[in-house]
């Protein structure tokens, strides 16, 4: 299916679809017996409230953050970098694209891009171009010769050849090409993935940030994206990139990012160069008391970000700076499609909470410590809203259902005018879609939390080698069903025990 152009919007964007909106909204109140909350016990309704302001007020507070950052932080942080830029000479830009089983159009678009950054970066560039294909070495060379010349002074590209087995050796492989050319310790390298395209002043706009000192690590910036799909995934993927961008600006204030984004993230050379983080990112693992020891296949960009928290580099978000990302869903299906790519995401999350959290809130700060920590709380505080509503529907009256509904909408909405700060324009699916990543996310998260060993990559379809049918490897897959089943179990009850659905235990002699 042909790509969208940029994501140009439909017509839940526009003015009247917000009043049909809200008009359908407001009528479904009417709708809402007080008997929905009269019958309900006071009690219940109080538990119920403290975990909303617990989850409405974390969203509100990740806001205001962004919003301060935005406005008022970042603008003197830009000032004072590009004040010390000015009176330095320009770094040289190493720029490694990696690219793998990508459509040859996006692939174009891609490395069409990258030269002409290398040849706006005020230092020079050189391209590393790491690739698995004849046929996209061929494509990179014409492009080459064509935007940038065989003899141009400053720019050189450079080919790395690569078996096809997979991200994390083709930019470990890139990173040692670079290593040879000996870079000064504090000269800019930008990874760029294969389906993200950078925009022309991406060294000049950028670079600067590494001089406000020598514990800045590395950046990331804002995400645009342009969806192959249907009508749906090009509803989903901006509102992700939107909530996106509030939540990597609130983490921007704190100066440690929760994580440096595959599709473009930029490191001072002397840590991309750094044996220890090149091994890091090549061969991570993780010692897991049941599952055992495991290697990381995807992820590589959570690699690099625990290397540079352990280390206490502090990772900057450059929110206006914009990289643009050519998005293809896995399956045509948006379940499926979703499923896929919550179980990569949030797993490559996961495997990196535990020995985050175990930094300790010294090392990465309060904020982001505590962040780090919520990310662990939210899949079961994100389900408890669903589980009442159910609940309260079968054992007090429908009408929760109907209130909880309302309820949704009405929130859901008021998050979305908030992304009007970062977006020019909101759809009036977001605050559907949202209750649907709220949802459906939390229940990817837990199924994989008990299954962290169970990885694959939506693009290559490889899959980790699981050494074949053993009775460990069987133990291990019927462990994490039965602790998965028995904490879902857990949950459950512990809210009807709060609804008072089933009575709390009582031990008498």
């Known amino acids: 299916m042909a790509p969208t152009q940029a994501y140009a919007g439909d017509w839940t964007e526009r003015w009247w679809a917000h009043v049909v909106y809200i008009v359908v909204v407001a009528a479904a109140a009417l709708f809402v017996h007080p008997e929905a909350v009269n019958g309900v016990a006071a009690s219940v309704l109080a538990v119920i409230g403290v975990i909303a302001m617990w989850r409405y007020s974390w969203a509100i507070l990740h806001f205001l953050r962004g919003m301060i950052f935005q406005h008022l932080v970042f603008p003197r942080k830009r000032r004072q970098a590009e004040a010390l830029a000015a009176a330095r000479e320009p770094p040289h ?26 040849l706006n970066a005020p230092g020079g560039a050189t391209v590393i171009a790491s690739l698995v294909e004849m046929s996209d070495e061929r494509l990179v060379k014409q492009l080459f010769r064509k935007i940038v010349g065989d003899d141009h002074p400053k720019v050189r590209l450079v080919l ?73 995934f090009q509803q989903w993927f901006p509102l992700r990139f939107a909530q996106r961008q509030v939540l990597m600006s609130s983490m921007g204030l704190s100066e440690r990012v929760l994580t440096l984004t595959g599709r473009m993230s930029a490191f001072r050379a002397d840590i991309a160069c750094n044996p220890s983080f090149i091994e890091m990112v090549e061969a991570d693992y ?34 206006d700076v914009r990289v643009h990302t050519i998005e293809t869903p896995p399956s045509s299906n948006f379940f499926r499609a979703a499923a896929m790519l919550m179980v990569r995401w949030f797993g490559n999350m996961l495997r990196n909470n535990s020995r985050a959290l175990a930094l300790g ?59 009007l700060s970062v977006r020019p324009r909101v759809s009036i699916a977001f605050p559907f879609l949202m209750f649907f990543n709220q949802v459906y996310g939390s229940a990817m998260k837990t199924f994989i939390f008990f299954r962290l060993d169970k990885q694959r990559w939506t693009r290559q379809r490889t899959t980790l080698a699981q050494g074949g ?9 019927w462990s994490s069903v039965y602790m998965h089943v028995v904490a879902v179990a857990a949950f459950v009850v512990a809210i009807a025990l709060l609804m008072r659905i089933i009575p709390w235990p009582t031990w008498g002699i």
């Open 286 to 319: 993780l010692d897991h008391w049941r599952l055992g020891r495991f290697k990381f296949l995807t992820g590589d960009d959570k690699s690099s970000w625990f290397w540079l928290l352990r280390e206490g580099y502090k990772m900057l978000y450059v929110p």
């Open 361 to 419: 809130p010294g090392r990465m700060g309060f904020f982001t410590w505590w962040t780090i920590l919520d990310q662990r709380l939210s899949m079961w505080t994100s389900l408890t809203g669903p589980v009442f509503a159910i609940l309260g529907a079968i054992f007090y009256t429908p009408q929760m259902l109907l209130l909880y509904l309302v309820w949704i909408l009405v929130s859901r909405y008021a998050i979305t005018l908030m992304l």
């Open 93 to 118: 830009a190493y720029l490694l694209v990696t690219s793998f089983r990508i459509p040859t159009e996006t692939t174009a678009r891609v490395y069409e891009a990258a030269f002409v950054a290398a």
């Open 160 to 232: 790395v050849r690569i078996a096809g087995t997979g991200k994390r050796d083709a930019l470990a492989y890139g990173m040692r090409a670079i290593a040879r050319f000996t870079p000064d310790p504090n000269d800019f390298v930008a990874v760029v993935d294969g389906d993200s395209i950078i925009p022309p002043d991406l060294v000049a706009r950028t670079a600067p940030f590494f001089l406000l000192g020598d514990d800045v690590g590395a950046l990331t910036t804002d995400e645009t994206c342009e969806v192959e799909g249907s009508w749906i």
């Open 469 to 477: 049918w053993s009775i460990g490897a069987a133990v291990r897959s």
